[in-house]
């Protein structure tokens, strides 16, 4: 119908279709720029690869399967950290060589140092925290996952057992090293050396604790009980020297009639460790007995690397990949590999190693517990001199059996001494006031010809000698390179502004003694713009210590001072959420954002969170008029 004929010129396109075609090409031009334009709209907001970076991430033998597949997935969402496209590989390696590797620099050149540590053990990683603070500084102290040590044995056995406890292992008497059990039966443990099989240590640590989760075990309990101990190892032939070894023979089909009598084998194992092993037993399977009584286990605690070998990058994917092991994906990967989460569940659970059977977990001792152990056992000479690892078995966190609402906290001690706040008089009036103040390298950002940090040293001075109030504090946060061990110091304890405090002022290593009124100047004007910016540690830090500072009768506040998203290693918003949410009876919190980077609803969440807003400050000349008008306005 678009032609028309023509005896004098032949056939040819009508003009209206022509200039249709033309509009239409117009359409698909402009639909397809469209198109491309959205798409590197979003690949800006996503991330562009400006370059590739591997993050290396050690594991202990325990989690490194679970780890490795988690890497793979993670691998495949192509994530992006700082402009940098990331790929994890995952390293097995025991929990005393990397803390051994870790406070010595990694000197070793076999495997690149790592921007993740997820040792199978808390007190390892407490371990690092007492001799190298800075190098996980603000780690979270939840586990992402946890795995108690069972014993292992043939189903036909495993059915006697039901009542069975771990203080009952510490009745082995004679050479045969076999328990009595009320079924009338005895229970033989093969224990391979401690030294070669951490499930040997927990299990012998789940027997000296007893039934109260309050008192794990310590070196002087071994000491006093090496006897039992020793008693209780009579019973392994001495065949199996790994906890995979002693599985594999209990396993073998020649092993169903080795035991004589009523006499029961056992094998000590980490329960995600045994599903791994009957996941690929081709059949021959073994059963988890799960013990009364306090369990000591395995507890995966990732914590980001910040170190002069690790650059802030490797750093950042660290806790980009550690975000991602406490998503759903992630923690579906870990329960699927047998280990305890509070979200997940495993797609396929084994009917031999229930995962839900209720346990009691205890923190295992760690690295010096284990050599306590293999002394009293006899496996190793007793160390000449002190070990310099130092025990950890009270800085450690028990894995919860139920989801944790408790905010972790940090065992950081800010750089700073001070004599005790005296008792306000009754003409004090005003908000009790605490300044969590940004030091970031984004405080070098430019604002009407000043940069952000320059803008707050001319606004915080006014507030600090103003009327509203005489009880002022101020923390700092940038990250533990700038503030080591911590990266956010608490530079001046709020209390009385005309009470002498001792002090140390950024930028100095000598300790002064001055009025909180000058120490407040002194501190804001050394401010200078530097490192990652640590705003969810410090807030998790400062506010449980601000909550204290309260005086009846006076508003407790809080104002957060920011200049873009948080960078915090393995600090999810949950967690800071959890962490202000707790004490919003006893301080209000506010937040400030400074610049056009910082991310409004994550912040207005935040500050929601403890009873306060968010509130812009788009004209940075009014940044003191508008503080001030949210401490009189807002209260």
Partial sequence: MGRHADDKRGRGLAGWLIGAGVALLVVVIAVVGYIVVMHRADSADQGVCHTDVSLSVVAGPSSAPALTQAATAYNATKPVVRSACVTARVTALADDTALARLTHGWPT??????????????????????VRPDL???????PLAWSPVVLAMRDSDAA?????????????SGPTGTTALPSGRHLILALPPVTTSPASSYALQSVL???????????????ARASVLKAIAQGHGGKATTTTEALTELAAPSGANADAGNVVTAVPVVEADLAHFDSDANGHTLTAV?????????????????ASWTDRTVTAAGSDFQAFLSSVPGQQILANRGWRTVSAHPDHPLAAVNIQAPVTMVPAGGP??????????????????????????STTTTPPTTPSTTAPTTTTTAPVTTTTPSTPSP?????????IVDTSSGMSATDGGSTLMEWVKKALPKIVDGPITNRIGLWLYSDGSVYPPSGFPDIVPTGPINEKITTTIPGSTTPVTELRSKALTDAIASLKPDGDRWAYGALMEALPKTAKAGITGRQNRVILITSGADQTPGTLRRMVLDSVGAVKSKVRLDVIGLGTAVPV????????AGGGEYIPAPDMANLAQKITDLLTLGA
């Fill in 109 to 130: 050149k076999a495997e690149p140092p790592p921007g993740l540590w997820v040792p199978d053990s808390v007190a390892s990683l407490a371990a690092l925290d007492a």
């Fill in 368 to 393: 010096t517990i284990d050599q306590a152990l293999a002394v009293a056992l006899g496996e190793i000479a007793p160390p000449v001199t002190t070990s310099k690892t130092p025990p950890a078995t």
């Fill in 427 to 435: 003409s004090d009036t005003g908000p009790v006031l605490t300044l």
């Fill in 601 to 608: 609803a994550a912040y207005t969440d935040i500050a929601a």
């Fill in 160 to 172: 006697a057992m039901t009542s069975l406890a771990w203080p009952e292992l510490a009745t082995a």
């Fill in 290 to 306: 799960h013990p009364a009584g306090s369990t000591v286990g395995d507890a995966l605690i990732a914590a980001p690397i910040s």
């Fill in 136 to 142: 996980a500084a603000g780690h979270s102290t939840d």
């Fill in 209 to 223: 604790a007893g039934t109260d989760s309050t008192k794990p075990a310590d070196a002087a309990t071994i000491a």
